[in-house]
């Protein structure tokens, strides 16, 4: 893995808003994707401070990179500091958040679970219980973040995901998913392999903290209404917000300090337990 390239201060730059929290830019070596992965980490002001502190990693949507949190988000470096988060945004790569089972160089749950992780936890001040991490992500990575939190109870607690695609069946054609898992038509059971709906019936209840916002006007709104059915059949415990708007970086803006509250609380909860 390279070292941190650099650190900005982000009390000097007056797009991030005044905050003591720095904003790092990694870049890391992983045998899991081509090329390196660049990778920013916003931390809280820890000066004088031994305590270690949440992580919520924040995945960003199709067509996006590890910019587009903080391109949506300006404040969030103040947020880091406001709730004590360090946040972590990985360079999603329109991956869909998954090991393509025909791309070899484009395993991206591998890279986040088996490289980023361990690596956050070793050079940052984490406290790396489960219940003290959260993933969230917006559309793509709406699909991602409940995609990784389903597969990897071990790492985190906290799921939301926002204007999420959280079933990828209804859409064989869009954003570049066919790259990733083959043709629908030429390889249906890839498309029930990697659609996270599948994977709800074993959830149990109390097993994940989980939210979903999605705007009245979103296209992800129906498949989002069907997953909060299915939750509620199962008793699964979960928060389904819907709000005026649709898939835009207003909503998401918007969206954003509603489930850090909801993280918050969690986070709270399990240190009281």
């Known amino acids: 893995m390279k070292n941190i390239l650099f650190s900005l201060i982000a009390v000097l730059a007056g797009v991030f808003g005044l905050s003591g929290a720095t904003v790092d830019f990694l870049r890391l070596e992983s045998p899991y994707l081509k090329g390196d992965e660049d990778v920013v980490v916003i931390c809280p002001d ?20 590890h910019l587009s949190w903080l391109h949506i988000c300006h404040d969030l470096p103040a947020m880091a500091d406001r709730y004590g988060f360090i946040f972590v945004c990985p360079d999603g790569r329109d991956s869909w958040y998954w090991d393509s ?15 980023l992780v361990q690596h956050i936890d070793s050079v940052y001040p984490t406290d790396a219980r489960p219940g003290q991490r959260g993933i969230a992500g917006l559309s793509m990575g709406g699909q991602g973040a409940l995609w990784l939190a389903l ?54 209840p109390g097993q994940l903290n989980i939210m979903l916002d999605c705007g009245v006007d979103d296209f992800f709104q129906q498949v989002n209404a069907t997953l909060d059915r299915e939750l509620d059949s199962l008793k699964i415990p979960h928060d389904f917000v819907r709000r005026p708007g649709g898939h835009t970086q207003a909503y998401w803006r918007n969206a954003l300090p509603f489930t850090l509250v909801f993280f918050d609380h969690n986070f709270k909860s399990a240190r009281c337990k």
């Open 151 to 204: 597969r990897h109870q071990d790492l985190w607690k906290n799921v939301s995901a926002i204007s999420g695609g959280v079933d990828i069946r209804p859409f064989p054609a869009k954003w570049s998913m066919s790259k990733r898992i083959g043709d629908k038509a030429k390889n249906p059971q890839a498309w029930e392999d990697f659609c996270l709906m599948n994977l709800i019936p074993a959830l149990k």
């Open 46 to 65: 820890t000066l004088g401070n031994t305590r270690t502190y949440p992580t919520v990693y924040l995945l960003n949507g199709y067509g996006g990179d």
């Open 101 to 115: 089972p025909i791309d070899p160089d484009m395993q991206m749950e591998s890279f986040i679970t088996k490289t």
